[in-house]
């Protein structure tokens, strides 16, 4: 087990494979010969097991008899009887597909059998177009991509019941036994087997013109004659060991990192945009409350939001615990009205037309609690609106006890409290999060300035104005919301 076959770093010739074969005690002489290429940690008694070396692995651990490149493998004509492989297909694309058919065809004998696993795009497309939740829908068109840890990770062709029957019949593997099949349970994976049997020996030529055909199909248009010929052609150099992409030289010389965004924002508005998209949507939303209305502000601290609220009847709370510097930098709190812990603010049960509640639920131990009270606080009707963070190092210790809250706590425990969610928005996504946090390598700085060692401008310049410039604009362009700063929340009492 786990042997390099050293000779298949370029490729070998089909009598150093079956000698390695041989010399490995993988098979015995008059009987079956198989082979199941991209094993991963599938390792199948009675098949000769092939996949990459561990090094080319980011994640799985193969269990494989002999590592090597399934594109670089070499085996004489109608010396094996069977080829297997499972969800390794779909990572050629459609010339080395058909290129790799063509060996395959030639290396079995006749009566020996093909067996290809494939994810199925019909049945996925079926998922994605159907009422499943999100992450089944996601979960799918992962499914059908590949995991991409690797260069190589990448689904880059797409398998369906049809396709696999037209294929395996023009490339001389008879009618395929086709077998549907689907995850008993979430998120419920399509996936198709292709089963064919080579019927007999097809001339490479003959074998070639069937390849030439089934790329025609794949073309949208008579006017893509010209990817048409570049496709033959490239099946044909593949058929000799060649590339089918030719590998780029590297250029001589190092060029200087050019960044092709860059925000022209104010520098301190990039800093600090969380803050200040915070205070934007609050301030938006005090703009549509009416005048008059009681306004409950939990957590209140320095109670940067009472000018937002100067029609209202303003309340503010908090439970005044803490006693180390809050926003905006100073250690007082703002002008408290109602002192108390949050689970027990002291006020009647429907008294507020609006509570808000703005980077206080990670220091709260029970967050549910706490929110359970808001809600008994709020009229029918009233609105909560909520920041917290998702993504923040500690802070005001030890009051923190939470690293962050998801839209999922949100979607899950606000309707079970009697509110409708009617907004759930990121406050930036990951890179506009990442800006920060480079940012905050900069300050660091500041205060460690052996951190910098001989680069000092450098590494000051590229953290505190190049790299943050940057990524606030990557985020305009391209959004992840997977690492948003935090989450601005609207629930509505029923």
Not at 34 to 63: F, Q, S, T, W
Not at 217 to 234: F, N
Not at 356 to 370: K, Y
Not at 457 to 482: G, S
Request: aromatic residues 10%; negative net charge; proline residues 6%.
């Amino acid at each position: 087990m786990n042997q390099y076959n050293s000779c298949t770093d370029n490729h070998c010739s089909s009598g150093d494979i079956l000698a390695e074969i041989h010399r490995l005690g993988l098979h015995t002489a008059g009987q079956p010969l198989r082979l199941h290429l991209g094993c991963g940690e599938n390792h199948l008694e009675g098949y000769v097991n092939i996949d990459y070396p561990p090094a080319h692995h980011a994640v799985m651990r193969p269990k494989a008899d002999i590592f090597a490149d399934i594109k670089a493998l070499h085996f004489p004509d109608n010396s094996l009887d069977e080829i297997r492989l499972h969800h390794v297909f779909e990572h050629f694309n459609r010339v080395e597909a058909l290129g790799l058919l063509i060996r395959w065809h030639r290396w079995l004998k006749v009566g020996g059998r093909l067996h290809i696993e494939t994810p199925d795009l019909a049945g996925s497309a079926k998922t994605i177009l159907s009422n499943v939740p999100l992450k089944e829908k996601t979960a799918a068109v992962r499914h059908l991509a590949g995991d991409q840890t690797e260069t190589w990770a990448y689904h880059i062709d797409h398998w369906f019941p049809e396709r696999f029957h037209v294929t395996f019949t023009h490339m001389g593997f008879g009618t395929p036994e086709i077998i549907i099949e689907k995850w008993q349970k979430p998120p419920h994976l399509a996936n198709v087997t292709a089963i064919g049997t080579k019927t007999a020996d097809i001339p490479t030529e003959k074998l070639v013109q069937a390849a030439d055909e089934l790329l025609w199909l794949s073309t949208v248009a008579a006017t893509e004659i010209p990817t048409y010929e570049v496709w033959k052609k490239q099946l044909r150099s593949f058929l000799t060991y060649q590339p089918v992409h030719p590998e780029q030289k590297a250029s001589q010389q190092t060029k200087p990192v050019d960044f092709p965004l860059q925000s022209d924002l104010p520098l301190d508005a990039i800093h600090d945009f969380n803050q200040r998209e915070r205070d934007r949507w609050m301030a938006a939303k005090a703009a549509g409350i009416p005048a008059g209305s009681k306004v409950l502000d939990v957590g209140a601290g320095t109670c940067p939001y009472r000018q937002f609220f100067a029609h209202c009847d303003y309340v503010a709370h908090d439970f005044k615990g803490y006693h180390g510097e809050k926003l905006g930098g100073g250690t007082e709190y703002g002008n408290i009205d109602l002192v108390g812990d949050i689970t027990q603010i002291p006020a009647p049960d429907a008294s507020f037309d609006v509570i808000m509640c703005t980077e206080v639920l990670e220091h709260v131990p029970d967050p549910v609690a706490a929110l359970k009270k808001m809600t008994r606080l709020l009229k029918s009707g009233g609105k909560l609106l909520l920041t917290a963070p998702l993504g923040s190092g500690l802070h005001q210790e030890p009051y923190h006890y939470y690293g962050g809250f998801t839209r999922h706590f949100y979607e899950k425990f606000l309707p079970e409290l009697g509110l409708q969610v009617t907004e759930i928005s990121p406050n930036g996504g990951f890179f506009r999060h990442l800006a920060q946090e480079c940012a905050r390598v900069s300050w660091l700085f500041n205060s460690k300035p052996e951190l910098l060692h001989a680069a000092d401008e450098e590494l000051r310049t590229l953290f505190r104005e190049k790299l943050p410039r940057y990524l606030y604009a990557m985020d305009d362009k391209y959004m992840l919301e997977d690492f948003t700063v935090g989450y601005f929340v609207e629930g509505v009492k029923q």
